[in-house]
């Protein structure tokens, strides 16, 4: 018999599936002790959730995320709410003494992040934060490779995070689907929701950021809110690009945007070291590119290695090697990589704490492009 871990949802969106995805499979490919049970989901609109419920699964339903949290039969909270609502609700359910999983970025800022990891600490709760990028596994093989020692001292770290879904002026801002066009919702613009997920990556890999230098851009200047129809300011970054410092001495050049036409969600970096480099590109997720500079110069050059073998990271617990698997996967694993969590005592990374770290190099990016001046992390 599997240990149950009951799930209380908060949010049907656009992460609510892919979490919820995550919990119905993980069990048929993962051997577990613990096993997810969906045991009920919240958001206002009873509509549209009993829908979702009943796609997923979920046994039952709240309409307020404060009575999820009195129940006795969720083990477990997973925020997937706007980021104006992760501390409130995170701080409830620490007290609540529930397990928490929160989407990203952990907070509007650093001050509010402090705080919930205060609470999660203080009521010794497991957490994690779903920077789901690092399990993808391309990128959990890049780390595997950089903390090998194989590209020896480290240089220069690039990432790029590339959209171009919010170039016409008509779209309105705030509400259901645009609230991260409102920075009252979201904190910030493409800083907390894109490059948030580069400096995550970032941060893993090649360690910790000490400063930055950083401009941002906002190019409509106002939108129609779409929950008033009055024409409001627009208060969040729709471009931003910074240069860092990491604390291993290598230099850091990040750059995202909502209006590069084109481009979807070009998700991208590299590493240079002095005897190698690697890169990765969210579009073809499969596949790391290595360039090894001991090779011998007749076949010396870039290699793209398609990360599917049973010894590649998650992929044993998939098909056979040589086939692939897709985006919703990296949920999966972080499901997989709590519930080992549990068994084992160990916290899942991201931490709260460690999503804190994030959430500082964003605030100093935020910070500098208002000073014009480089910004200590
Ligand atoms: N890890 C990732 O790659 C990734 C991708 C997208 C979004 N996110 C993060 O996930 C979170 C949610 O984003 P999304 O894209 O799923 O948004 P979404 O707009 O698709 O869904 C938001 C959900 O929150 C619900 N909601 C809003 N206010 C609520 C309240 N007071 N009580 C209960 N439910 C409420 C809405 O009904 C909706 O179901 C955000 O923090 C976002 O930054 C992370």
Redesign the pocket.
């Known amino acids: 018999m599997k240990k149950e871990l009951r799930i209380g949802m908060?949010?049907?969106?656009?992460?609510?599936r892919t979490h919820s995805n995550g919990y119905r499979r993980v069990n048929n490919f993962f051997d577990l002790e613990y096993t997810p049970v969906l045991k009920a989901a919240?958001?206002?609109?009873q509509e549209e959730l009993q829908k979702f419920a009943d796609q997923w699964g979920y046994e039952s339903t709240e309409n307020d995320?404060r009575k999820l949290l009195e129940r006795d039969d969720i083990d477990a909270v997973d925020i997937?709410?706007?980021?104006n609502?992760?501390k409130e609700i995170a701080i409830a359910a620490a007290e609540a003494g529930k397990m928490i999983l929160c989407?990203?970025?952990l907070a509007m800022n650093s001050e509010e992040g402090e705080e919930m990891c205060a609470a999660v600490e203080k009521a010794g709760v497991a957490n994690t934060v779903?920077y789901?990028y690092r399990r993808v596994p391309a990128v959990t093989h890049a780390k595997n490779i950089i903390d090998s020692g194989k590209l020896g001292r480290i240089f220069h770290y690039r990432a790029n995070f590339l959209q171009d879904w919010t170039i016409s002026d008509d779209l309105p801002q705030g509400g259901n689907?645009l609230?991260r066009l409102d920075v009252k919702a979201a904190g910030s613009g493409v800083t907390g929701?894109l490059l948030a997920?580069c400096i995550d990556t970032a941060v893993w890999l090649n360690g910790a950021v000490t400063e930055v230098t950083a401009m941002t851009e906002t190019f409509i200047k106002e939108r129609v809110h779409q929950e008033t129809g009055e024409v409001t300011p627009v208060g969040i970054d729709d471009a931003c690009s910074f240069l860092c410092r990491f604390e291993n001495g290598s230099l850091g050049l990040f750059e995202s945007t909502r209006y590069a036409r084109g481009h979807k969600a070009l998700y991208t970096f590299e590493v240079n070291g002095e005897n190698a480099s690697v890169k990765w590109d969210l579009h073809d997720l499969h596949r790391l590119d290595y360039f090894d500079h001991a090779d011998e110069s007749a076949v010396r050059g870039w290699r793209s290695i398609h990360v599917t073998d049973s010894d590649h990271p998650y992929m044993g617990n998939w098909w056979v090697p040589g086939l692939q698997i897709g985006y919703e996967h990296t949920f999966v694993h972080q499901v997989a990589d709590f519930l080992k969590s549990l068994e084992t005592g160990e916290p899942c990374a991201p931490t709260f704490r460690d999503a804190l770290e994030t959430q500082r190099v964003c605030d100093a990016v935020l910070k500098s492009a208002t000073s014009k001046s480089w910004e200590k992390v």
């Open positions: 908060i949010g049907y969106g656009f992460m609510g919240c958001a206002r609109n995320w997937c709410v706007p980021n609502l992760h989407e990203k970025p779903w789901n689907a609230w929701d997920h």
